[in-house]
């Protein structure tokens, strides 16, 4: 009877060690085998005319999309997206496949000050099944992580090609 006892106590206590209130439960991140239901990216600038200093595209459902130039906020895109044409397609999907792990895993939305002296930022959304994040990264790399460096490189280069 006092085995019974013990193991009831111990899974009691198992129960209310496990979850500190608040504590925010963050999903595993598996290997990059779970291909995300959509990715946007792109860069944006605060302080010029919208047309030149928004550009965010959208890859979902292998097709390409162009936002409306809404200015990212503080909570997931709000843009419009129209359908572009898949002609570039090929030339940035890659983009998909080289999400660094690190990102993932970094709970805050803000990486660094995003265009707080109208030096710009960078909006990545990436969305899976179980996992739905969206970061505002500085385009100043001192101000971020080393980690995060190349693919920042690799979303500039394709923001250029789409707008090639």
């Known amino acids: 009877m006092k085995i019974l006892q013990y193991a009831f106590l111990l899974l009691l206590s198992l129960v209310f060690t496990s979850c500190i209130e608040g504590e925010k439960i963050k999903p595993e991140i598996e290997e990059k085998s779970v291909y995300p239901e959509y990715i946007i990216f792109g860069m944006f600038f605060g302080n010029c005319f919208p047309q030149d200093c928004i550009e965010i595209f959208k890859i979902q459902n292998d097709s390409l ?32 496949d080289e999400i660094p792990s690190e990102l993932l895993e970094i709970e805050d939305q803000y990486i660094g000050c995003p265009d707080c002296s109208d030096w710009g930022g960078f909006i990545i959304e990436y969305s899976t099944k179980e996992f739905q994040s969206n970061w505002l990264i500085d385009t100043r790399k001192s101000n971020v992580p080393e980690e995060l460096h190349d693919f920042l490189n690799l979303t500039y280069d394709r923001i250029q090609i789409l707008l090639n």
């Open 65 to 96: 999309f162009k936002s409306d130039n809404t200015y990212p906020r503080d909570s997931l895109y709000s843009g419009e997206f129209e359908f572009i044409g898949n002609e570039k397609l090929s030339l940035v999907s890659d983009i998909t």
